[in-house]
Every structure is written in C-alpha cells, then in structure tokens.
C-alpha cells in the first residue's frame, strides 16, 4: 500500500520534506526541513549514530523470513536517492516477538523515510529498481538489543 501518514502512524512518522514550511538557512541559499525530534535513548554508553546504507535492489514478488526492532531507540530511515523502496513493519506481542496480525507493507518514493517509533518491528530496507543509498540513524549502546533480529514465518510481499 502506499505510504500516508495516516496509514503509517501505529509504526512511526513519514519523513517528508513538503510536509512542514522549511527554515530558511545558509545566508537564504539553502532550506532546513526539520523532520522529527529522536527520542534519546538512556541505556549508559548509548550515543546516536548516523550511516549510510546501500541496498542491492529485490525483485516482487520477495519472501521475507526477517524482522528486526530496536528495543531502545527510534530509528530514522531516509531515501537519499530517487528509487522507490519498501517497508513491512509490525507491532510488539507484548511478549518481545513480532505480532503478524498487525504487519503491514509500505511503499515510499525515493527520496521520503520514515522514523520507526521504539520497539517495532521491520524489514530490511526493500530497495527497488536501482540500488539505493539510505541515511540511518539510530542511538545505539553497542550491545546486541541495538538492533534485535527475529526469525518470522515466511510471508509474501506483492507488487501493488
């Protein structure tokens, strides 16, 4: 389905560049969206970290056997490219695994993101078409509740 604020809300924020007046900047040769406030993360030794990632594309129909949470932080996802991309997310069983009965999957254009709230569950970047490139950014304490990965029965993500 297509990505709308509405639609995306249980799982966190779009990132949008039109969706706020933009700061005018840089002596006016530049505009500042701000997108979302990340929430800190108060583990001891937890500090936030940006990356860079670039994604291989994947072909639909795709099988996914993977999800993957970060228990402590909320995590931000932007294109930086104008390939399309996808993303399946889920909601917490209150037992600490993914809920199936609440995943969802996402289409986003190049070029828009999202910032996961803490504690749901997601895929792997999807990127389609072209390889992408995603700035990432997350607090992380360098333990392994960073990023939690959980085997999930396999289920299917279709074009449309």
């Known amino acids: 389905m297509p990505a ?6 249980p799982y966190g924020q779009l990132v949008d560049a039109g969706a706020a007046a933009p700061i005018l900047v840089n002596a ?3 505009r500042r969206h701000d997108i979302v406030e990340i929430e800190r993360d108060h583990r001891p030794g937890s500090r936030l970290v ?5 994604t291989t594309p994947q072909a639909l129909p795709l099988v ?3 999800m993957e949470r970060h228990a402590f932080s909320q995590q931000a996802i932007i294109s930086l490219h104008s390939e399309d991309f996808i993303l399946a997310v889920c909601l917490d069983d209150g037992r600490g695994r993914p809920d199936l009965s609440t995943l969802r999957a996402f ?3 190049g070029g828009g993101g999202v910032v996961y709230r803490r504690g749901v569950w997601h895929t792997p970047i999807i990127g ?3 390889a992408g490139r995603f700035f990432v950014q997350s607090w ?3 333990t392994r509740e960073d990023c939690e990965e959980q085997l999930v029965a396999p289920f299917v993500i279709r074009a449309g």
């Not at 709308?4 to 809300?9: Q, V």
């Not at 940006?50 to 670039?54: H, K």
């Open 107 to 109: 289409h986003f254009p």
């Open 64 to 66: 996914v056997r993977l």
């Open 140 to 142: 992380q304490a360098g």
């Open 128 to 130: 389609l078409g072209g």
């Open 50 to 54: 940006a990356s860079l990632f670039e």
């Open 4 to 9: 709308t604020a509405e639609g995306f809300d």
């Open 28 to 30: 006016g040769t530049a």
